[in-house]
């Protein structure tokens, strides 16, 4: 079986491609997962320069974008977590570095929604969608067994 | 496949190929196909023109080269790493107008054999297209819509 490879590193901890969501010459904007199955949206802003924007994200707000209830720069702004960095030779040498805020010009257009989902997208927000059922229904489970 | 086909392609790519890295004999890669239309995005940094160059049809890699890094979530044992992005259709490209870096307009144009073998993605509508020369695909492609038109 092929090992996944890595693409990032935050603070120690290996993340891994999950979903490419735009894709043009190269990954523009997609979603990474750590082995703590915590998700990140990572958007390049500038494709020559390789510079990036990295938010820690919920399941519930990747849904939300894809179905175009949230715009995308909210995805990103709304995180708790926010860093930024310049992609190097590999992920060894990629140091990514922990913002505050981001720049608007490092955000999607403000108030811009995803648009139109293709088939792969599309599958992968069905994943997603179930993947959130099943969670709510092992806290239900687990509510059930308290009381 | 000619031996040395490779040699056909840009230095990376070709290096790539070289080495068995990648492969182009693939399945779902066409050498001989018809001529079709294609849309492209061209980017240009704040006040610079958009006359088309060859650099604007080369691959990640090949721009890359000098310095040695690698795109994030860029898989360099995948072919499509190592080639052109197309569209058969402008839908797929909405999205790039708004994200970051705002100084983009559609490009359009025919692929044909003569230019290079292409991958097309019914699900996606995107096309890998790995050029034999970016160079000569200048010529048939034009700008056809302004980022406002489009978003």
Redo the contacts between chains.
């Keep these: 079986m092929k090992m996944k ?1 890595a ?2 590193k935050i603070s120690g901890k290996y993340l891994f ?1 999950e979903q ?1 969501l ?9 979603i ?1 997962k750590d082995m703590a199955e915590n998700r990140f949206a ?7 320069d ?1 510079d ?1 924007i990295v938010a820690e994200v919920s399941l519930k707000d990747i849904v939300k974008m894809l179905q175009n209830e949230i715009p ?1 720069d909210v995805l990103f702004t709304s995180a708790r977590q926010k860093w930024q960095y310049q ?4 992920v060894e040498t ?1 140091f990514v570095n922990p913002v505050r805020s981001f720049e608007n ?5 403000k108030g ?1 929604f ?3 989902l ?3 997208v599309s599958g992968y927000l069905q994943r997603l969608k179930a993947e959130n059922t099943v969670l709510l229904e092992r806290v239900g489970n687990k509510k059930l067994a308290v009381y | 496949m000619e031996q040395n086909y490779y040699d056909r392609f840009p230095d990376v790519l070709k290096q790539a190929l070289k080495n068995g890295l990648i492969s182009l004999e693939k399945e779902d890669i066409l050498w001989d196909y018809p001529s079709f239309r294609v849309f492209r995005i061209i980017k240009r940094k704040k006040g610079e023109d958009f006359v088309l160059n060859e650099k604007d049809f080369w691959s990640k890699p090949e721009l890359l080269a000098s310095t040695g890094r690698v795109p994030t979530a860029a898989d360099e044992c995948e072919a499509g790493y190592y080639s052109c992005s197309f569209f058969t259709e402008t839908e797929p490209l909405e999205i790039l107008f708004k994200l970051p870096k705002p100084q983009k307009k559609l490009a359009e144009g025919n692929l044909e054999s003569i230019y290079g073998p292409v991958r097309i993605n019914d699900g996606t509508k995107h096309v890998d297209c790995w050029l034999y020369n970016p160079k000569k695909l200048v010529g048939g492609f034009k700008i056809v819509e302004d980022e406002k038109s489009v978003s």
């Design positions: 490879k693409c990032l491609l490419v735009v894709y043009f010459d190269l990954p523009l904007f997609f990474c990572v958007l390049c802003y500038d494709d020559e390789l990036y995308m992609a190097g030779v590999d990629t010009e490092q955000l999607p257009t811009s995803f648009g139109v293709n088939a792969e």
